[in-house]
């Protein structure tokens, strides 16, 4: 018999294969106690986070959890709404109003998600006649937002400046054209060349420029606005997309500009228009973690510490990774195949580590990592403690010698 779900039945197959070893899944695991940013209890035990995204350690920020609770008390548990209905209260203004001081622009408008942020932008930004460019490489959001709308679609090698320069020539002069671009891309944890990006886009008529810093926002740049902050393309950016499930510590997405046009988007941006708005704890408690990241150098310098000495620290135990060298909080481990991932994943879990495996099609075809994204608040010493469990996982499994 066949329906609808046979499509699925090699990921079927393969995936009890797999769990027939012994293995346990992978994208199954179950936090029984979070202790903090950095701790979490798994099956009774206390095993260190390495795969988390809270890269600046807010989830547990004493200020945050109480502009939440504050928040709770005093407007109630949801809107029941989307934001061009009953949906906005004083509190989506005042994250919105962090966010524009935070970036230094002067339009700010927030999602109930980071996906929804750019199946919203791209989908009505570009439309029909019109074109949009991205990296082959790209995030499924964005891939998303270019199947919700009616643009054509064409990609370029990932990060290869001479292809998006090529791919742009190749296209209308008249026609409007946005390039999409990632300041980190999440699962190799390479950055953008963002400044020849921009320079070979400048060179065609009739673009704009969109860049997600879902996993730039908060430590890169002097501000902590992103990639395209550190490397001086402020000037050149026209739309900036993130997330607040990353560095600010709790859920939701946003875009921010200084195009004069911005807010007609709130009555034509239809992931905005028709979907519920945030909690009214949710974006209290992003409000207030967005204004502490404005003064968190302290911890933005510690966090780059970790990124080095784990980067450098694994190289040295012979592991392949993702970048040559630490180009942010992310950092890939490779390995041969998926049953060398699953293994490894294991390994390090019942060491009491947990980190992230990935697999195609989240990675590039062929690809299997575990994926290790760090935070401001792990400890030197729990640094030291992930090094040694890998060194002590991967000669168990094979992986270094």
């Known amino acids: 018999m066949t329906d609808l779900f046979s499509k699925f039945d090699p990921l079927i197959a393969e995936r009890e294969a797999l769990l027939a070893t012994g293995v346990r899944d992978p994208f199954a695991i179950v936090m029984d106690e979070v202790k903090s940013p950095t701790l979490a209890v798994i099956k009774g035990k206390e095993t260190i986070l390495l795969g988390t995204y809270n890269y600046m350690g807010m989830t547990f920020d004493a200020d945050v959890i109480q502009a939440g609770k504050d928040a709770l008390d005093n407007f109630g548990s949801g809107t029941t709404g989307s934001r061009v209905l009953n949906g906005t209260y004083q509190g989506h203004k005042e994250v919105e109003e962090a966010l524009k001081e935070f970036y230094g622009t002067a339009h700010a408008m927030v999602f109930s998600t980071g996906y929804q942020a750019n199946l919203g932008m791209i989908s009505t930004l570009a439309g029909k006649g019109d074109y949009v460019v991205l990296d082959a490489d790209s995030h499924a959001s964005i891939y998303d937002g270019c199947s919700l709308g009616t643009a054509e679609i064409v990609r370029f090698r990932h990060n290869s400046v001479e292809d ?215 400890s030197s010493e729990q640094v030291g403690q992930i090094l040694d469990m890998f060194a002590a996982a991967g000669r168990a499994v094979g992986c270094i010698s």
């Open 164 to 378: 998006l320069d090529k791919r742009l020539g190749r296209l209308p002069a008249e026609a409007q054209k946005l390039v999409v671009l990632e300041g980190v891309y999440s699962m190799l944890g390479d950055i953008a060349p963002l400044p020849a990006m921009v320079a070979a886009v400048k060179k065609h008529p009739n673009t704009m420029i969109l860049c997600d810093e879902a996993h730039g926002m908060g430590f890169f740049g002097p501000n902590g606005r992103g990639v395209f902050e550190e490397l001086g393309c402020e000037g050149d950016i026209d739309f900036v997309v993130g997330t607040f499930s990353k560095s600010v510590g709790t859920v939701g997405g946003f875009c921010v500009s200084n195009h004069p046009k911005f807010d007609v988007l709130r009555l034509v941006c239809r992931p905005y228009v028709f979907t519920a708005s945030l909690p009214p704890s949710v974006v209290a408690t992003a409000a207030t973690s967005i204004r502490k990241l404005m003064h968190a150098g302290e911890k933005r310098a510690h966090l780059w510490e970790n990124s080095r000495r784990l980067h450098n620290g694994l190289m040295e135990l012979g592991f392949k990774l993702g970048t040559e060298t630490p180009q942010s909080a992310i950092i890939a481990v490779i390995l041969t195949d998926q049953t060398q991932a699953v293994a490894m994943w294991q390994a390090l879990l019942e060491l009491g580590l947990y980190v992230n495996m990935a697999r195609p099609p989240a990675t590039p075809a062929g690809t299997y990592l575990l994926r290790c994204s760090l935070c401001a608040e792990h």
